[in-house]
């Protein structure tokens, strides 16, 4: 424990447990939760906007009081938001998966929060950037770097927070201290990181940009187009933009992603080191983020037999 209280302990265990019953709360409601994940990001992204009226520490403001409890709330939301903003981009509902997307970075930039905005739109470029035809990867790179715009601004903004021991600077008291656990704890950070790709990364899955004419799960009977490749990133454009097959392989990445930026913040700034550090919230994201493949997995009848499709239905 490195001299940490017992009751941080005692709230990491309870955290865990209560995150092991939601992944498989998750698990058995996954058609209700595929339908209701728009509406569900949306409120989740409110609640990490209700963080600015309430009673923030040296001007910054990331919590959400829960009776004794303070939790931190885009740590824990953050998930439910980039697999909501990807639902509404599976189901053609582009502008609102920008709304969704672009105001919880305004959020982060207000309160502010450099980790989770970096990994908000890190997670989502890793998740539709690698594949797709040249014009819509251009077109779901120019949301990516609208996100990383936002993020950016947000590590300018000032930061007055130290860090606590057992939070953000666990894992260097540990190096100091402790050693042989801190060597434990970087292979457990590495471990989460990696292990969404290492579990779920070689899936079979259909192209998550699929072609217009391959949308209905039908093989392609025309000549490919030169102007399919042009790049057009107007908003009118990006809207009638051909719908997004998604897979197991493509969260994979996103959680990947994610993870990976928040421990790299943690390495840089203030941020809470993810799942080794003391606090409930972290714990919870990550069974949300874990739990929430079981929105990815196949859905029958959509797509081509060989390639199963991860089409959300919206």
């Given amino acids: 424990r490195l001299g940490a209280p017992m009751s941080l302990v005692l709230v990491n265990i309870a955290a865990a447990a209560l995150g092991v019953v939601l992944a498989a709360a998750l698990a058995a409601r996954a058609e209700l939760l595929r339908r209701r994940l728009p509406a569900l990001a949306f409120v989740a992204s409110i609640a990490i906007a209700t963080t600015l009226a309430l009673p923030g520490a040296e ?121 042989l656990w801190a060597a434990l704890g970087a292979a457990a950070l590495a471990w989460l990181v990696f292990a969404p790709s290492i579990l779920w990364g070689r899936d079979a899955a259909a192209p998550l940009l699929a072609p217009e004419n391959e949308s209905s799960g039908g093989e392609s009977t025309t000549a490919p187009d030169p102007a399919a490749s042009r790049v057009d990133l107007s908003p009118r454009a990006w809207a009638r933009a051909s719908r997004v097959d998604l897979s197991p392989r493509a969260w994979a990445r996103a959680m990947s992603a994610y993870f990976a930026a928040v421990v790299g913040a943690s390495c840089v700034g203030a941020f809470p080191v993810p799942i080794l550090g003391f606090g409930a919230s972290p714990v919870l994201g990550a069974a949300l983020g874990l739990g929430l493949f079981v929105l990815f997995a196949p859905v029958e009848g959509d797509g081509p037999r060989s390639q199963p499709s991860m089409r959300f239905r919206g």
Avoid: K
């Fill in 59 to 179: 001007g910054v403001h990331r919590w959400l009081g829960l009776g004794a409890v303070r939790l931190h709330a885009a740590a824990w939301l953050a998930p439910l938001i980039l697999a909501g903003g990807l639902h509404l981009r599976s189901a053609g509902r582009t502008l609102a998966a920008v709304l969704l997307l672009v105001g919880t970075q305004a959020i982060h930039l207000a309160q502010p929060d450099a980790a989770q905005a970096s990994a908000l739109a890190i997670g989502w470029i890793a998740a539709l950037a690698p594949n797709g035809r040249t014009g819509q990867r251009a077109n779901e790179l120019g949301l990516g770097a609208l996100l990383v715009a936002l993020a950016l601004v947000t590590w300018l903004r000032p930061d007055p927070l130290t860090a606590a021991r057992f939070s953000e600077e666990v894992l260097r008291s540990a190096w100091r201290d402790a050693p």
